[in-house]
């Protein structure tokens, strides 16, 4: 592997967003396609910087720099990739549920999995049921990611997969729920198909998913 993508790596678990936009660059100037940037240089070090997060030896700040250095290199190559037509290793559509306004947490799933590999429609905060079967129908994703930061608009999780369900659209998508209320139980109880305690491991069970599909 080029020193370069090592380095790219090494940048983005450090969260230096200036070195990365550098290394990104120097890193096409070279020669390296926009492709091996992504899947060898910012996808493996965000892998890394998820694995650090779930084994406590990062907080959520140091995730959200990871996160943001991540962004400086995908934002010089994503033009580059979208040329090329690159391949994304899934879709994912992900929204704060109705009601609730947070969008922290969301965002940082939307960073991880992109990050990952993944192509992110974001829906914003406060979306409704139906806007959640409106973006499957527009979108076919392989994955609805719903965000609840509230004890109140839990239950709305519950009333979104309904509905899901009741359009005749739950079977073409994996569910996933999570935000500080939510627990496993809860999203057993509500028919969701996971539950993720944090942004790392959203990426996890999405790969895990993907794999058994």
Known sequence: MSNLLI?????????QQAKVDELTQAALDSGIT????????????MSTVGEKFQKGEFFISEM?????????GLNIIKPLLAGQNA????????????GDLHDIGKNLVCMMMEGGGYEIVDIGINVSPEN?????KEHSPDFVLMSALLTTTMEVM???????ADSGLRESVFIGVGGAPVTQKFADSIGADFFSPDAGD???????????K
């Open 7 to 15: 380095e790219i790596q090494e940048a983005v678990i450090n969260g």
């Open 34 to 45: 926009p492709q091996a940037i992504l899947n060898e240089g910012l996808i493996p070090a």
């Open 64 to 72: 959200m720099i990871g996160a943001r250095a991540m962004y400086a």
């Open 87 to 98: 391949a994304t290793k899934g879709k994912a559509v992900i929204g704060t549920v109705q």
């Open 132 to 136: 959640f079967v409106q973006a499957i």
């Open 158 to 164: 519950g009333k979104t997969i309904k509905v899901i």
């Open 202 to 212: 959203a990426v996890s069970k999405a790969n895990v998913l993907l794999v058994a």
